[in-house]
């Protein structure tokens, strides 16, 4: 990554542990503004961890986190599996919900948000879903109502764990365009990625993480194979083309 490419979130010998056992540590790098960063790794590496560490879920054992984006437009999406959406409510409610951090939660809505709400609705295809349930959504139509929800946010910094997992092909398609319009108007992204498709369509930076320590390299390093991702657990120290 180049050293002067701008940048809101930078990571500082970061250290970072689940139920007192480190996961990361000296993980040391930033994430470019307006890029979209893939989060590569072995089950049980810490792409989970590390995204919670970034979005202040979880303390630090040591180091910090630098981040210069406003809260209000931090947003997370987390695997799909790990979401509760049978509680009522519809897509456009749901949708709605992103104006919540910057405009409050029980001020209610004005026309604005509505129309922004219908705007986003139609960028990802859901409109004609307005009113239906979250509990009545398949995968991929769940999927495109929670990125709206971050598009309502205008969320600068977003945070995706296996956004594309248990989603079909046209959905993905709408997904990828969209993420890529939220990168080009300045949005930095990380997203966890496990399929080389979609690293190849998506992600202008690739960060690594096996044995305990993060490896900041280029997707092309890892779609050319000179770092095999099914074996990122095995790797080791010192990759070529890594710099942090
Ligand atoms: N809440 C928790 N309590 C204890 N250990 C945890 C907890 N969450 C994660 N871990 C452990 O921390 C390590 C990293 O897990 P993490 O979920 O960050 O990995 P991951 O790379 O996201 O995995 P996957 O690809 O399977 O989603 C694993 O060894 C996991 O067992």
Redesign the pocket.
């Known amino acids: 990554m180049s050293q002067e490419a701008p940048s809101r979130l930078r990571l500082h010998d970061l250290q970072l542990a689940?139920?007192n056992?480190t996961?990361l540590e000296h993980v040391d790098g930033r994430f470019r503004d307006g890029a979209t960063t893939a989060l590569i790794?072995?089950?049980?590496?810490?792409?989970?961890?590390?995204i919670?560490g970034i979005m202040g879920m979880l303390k630090p054992v040591a180091g910090r986190v630098e981040c210069t984006v406003p809260r209000e437009r931090r947003a997370w999406l987390p695997?799909q599996l790990a979401l509760d959406l049978t509680f009522p409510m519809s897509v456009e409610e749901l949708v709605m919900t992103g104006s919540w951090p910057s405009h409050g939660a029980h001020k209610g809505y004005c026309a604005h948000h509505y129309r922004r709400g219908r705007e986003v609705m139609a960028r990802l295809g859901i409109s004609h879903l307005a009113h239906r349930p979250l509990g009545e959504l398949s995968g991929g139509q769940r999927q495109r109502a929670l990125i709206g929800r971050t598009l309502m946010q205008e969320a600068e910094l977003l945070l995706l764990?296996?956004p594309f997992a248990n989603v079909d092909t046209e959905t993905v398609d709408v997904l990828m365009t969209v993420l890529r319009d939220m990168a080009a108007s300045g949005v930095t992204l990380i997203v966890?990625l496990?399929d080389m498709e979609q690293l190849s369509r998506l992600a202008d930076e690739a960060v690594v993480?096996a044995n305990g320590h993060a490896h900041w390299t280029s997707p092309q390093t890892i779609l050319q194979g000179q770092i095999s991702v099914a074996s990122a657990a095995t790797l080791s120290l010192g990759m070529p083309g890594v710099s942090a």
């Open positions: 689940q139920a056992r996961v790794g072995a089950n049980g590496t810490g792409k989970s961890t590390l919670q695997q764990d296996e966890v496990h993480l």
